[in-house]
């Protein structure tokens, strides 16, 4: 079992930054393809960016490219999504989410992703 702890949500305006944090203190996550999707109410969920197991691929989803860069320091068993240039509507809830991956599969998380193990989620709003 993976306990993913995200952090670094909070209110900011248009065009500001932030930097999400997500980690475990139980496992490493090594061996985790992990990524970060958002959930607003009555709204599909929508997965904003992933990253393999390596750090060696990723994948953003359209709303998000050119703004938002996901990395991963496996020493500190921490991945990161730095999101600039924000909008309004990127208001909602992030939650990191995280896929056990064969040795062999580089792919990183995406919208295709099974999300086996998530967070709790950091609120991010963003003001105009």
């Known amino acids: 079992q993976v306990q993913l702890v995200d952090s670094g949500g909070g209110l900011v305006q248009a065009g500001g930054s932030l930097r999400l944090s997500c980690t475990t203190s139980?496992?490493?996550?090594?061996?985790?393809?992990v990524g970060w999707f958002r959930q607003v109410p009555d709204k599909e969920r929508e997965v904003v960016a992933g990253?393999?197991?390596?750090?060696?691929?990723?994948y953003y989803a359209d709303s998000v490219k050119g703004r938002f860069t996901i990395s991963r320091d496996n020493v500190e068993n921490t991945v990161y999504l730095q999101m600039s240039n924000l909008k309004p509507e990127d208001t909602a809830v992030y939650y990191c989410?995280?896929?056990?991956?064969?040795?062999?599969?580089?792919?990183?998380?995406?919208?295709?992703?099974?999300?086996?193990?998530r967070g709790q989620g950091t609120q991010v709003t963003v003001s105009s």
């Open positions: 989410a995280a896929d056990l991956m064969d040795p062999m599969d580089t792919r990183p998380l995406s919208r295709d992703s099974r999300l086996d193990y």
């Open positions: 139980v496992r490493t996550l090594r061996s985790y393809a």
């Open positions: 990253i393999s197991w390596s750090g060696g691929s990723t």
